[in-house]
T-cell receptor, first 115, second 115 residues
Framework: AQSVTQLDSHVSVSEGTPVLLRCNYS??????LFWYVQHPNKGLQLLLK??????LVKGINGFEAEFKKSETSFHLTKPSAHMSDAAEYFC?????????????FGPGTSLSVIP | KAGVTQTPRYLIKTRGQQVTLSCSPI?????VSWYQQTPGQGLQFLFE???????NKGNFPGRFSGRQFSNSRSEMNVSTLELGDSALYLC??????????????FGEGSRLTVL
């Protein structure tokens, strides 16, 4: 069985302070992991992805995430929040076998950035 | 390179009507998947098409259907609309040969309101 848990439904940070959005997953197989961002009334944009290469993944707009297999976590971080980072963030797990391909979205974390 | 294009962006229907939504994937992408996004249920997978064949299907009633054309464009149809079908419908495409590791590229969605 696969699942994705985003531990915080809402995170609020001040502009210029670090961002931490937490994601834990469960998968029977070695998954690919993604973080997407969604601004209001927009589609989802890929921030970064992990596909069994380096465990520390760098993405766009200064975001990065670290894959920790022992903790089944894939937390998203950014050293300094910007007002434009205010959005909804989704952690996504994709698992593929020969005749099986499943994409599971986390429930999302809403990030607010206070000026 | 044009992104994923969804039409219409906004539409209003009444209960009992039907609706057809269209999705044009990125050129060269042959896999198209559809998602329903609502505040209460989050992002839920509807179905995935590859080379005109439905490859995966989510847990939605038979009122929800889709198809894919030879040029990879896809449509989804919802018949006998219910109030609960009000949602943002997102289409995503991905490259062939990257199943499992490839990211999904999303359109901006079609916002359906059922009155």
């Amino acid at each position: 069985a696969q699942s994705v848990t985003q531990l915080d439904s809402h995170v609020s940070v001040s502009e210029g302070t670090p961002v931490l959005l937490r994601c834990n997953y469960s998968s029977s197989y070695s998954p690919s992991l993604f973080w997407y961002v969604q601004h209001p009334n927009k589609g989802l944009q890929l921030l970064l992805k992990y596909t069994s290469a380096a465990t520390l993944v760098k993405g766009i707009n200064g975001f990065e995430a670290e894959f920790k297999k022992s903790e089944t976590s894939f937390h998203l971080t950014k050293p300094s929040a910007h007002m434009s980072d205010a959005a909804e963030y989704f952690c996504v797990v994709r698992t593929t076998k020969t005749s099986y391909d499943k994409v599971i979205f986390g429930p999302g974390t809403s990030l607010s950035v206070i000026p | 390179k044009a992104g994923v294009t969804q039409t219409p962006r906004y539409l209003i229907k009444t209960r009992g009507q039907q609706v057809t939504l269209s999705c044009s994937p990125i050129s060269g992408h042959r896999s198209v998947s559809w998602y329903q996004q609502t505040p209460g249920q989050g992002l839920q997978f509807l179905f995935e098409y590859f080379s005109e064949t439905q490859r995966n299907k989510g847990n939605f009633p038979g009122r929800f259907s889709g198809r894919q054309f030879s040029n990879s464009r896809s449509e989804m149809n919802v018949s006998t609309l219910e109030l609960g079908d009000s949602a943002l419908y997102l289409c995503a495409s991905s490259l062939p040969g990257q199943r499992g590791t490839g990211e999904l590229f999303f359109g901006e969605g079609s916002r359906l309101t059922v009155l």
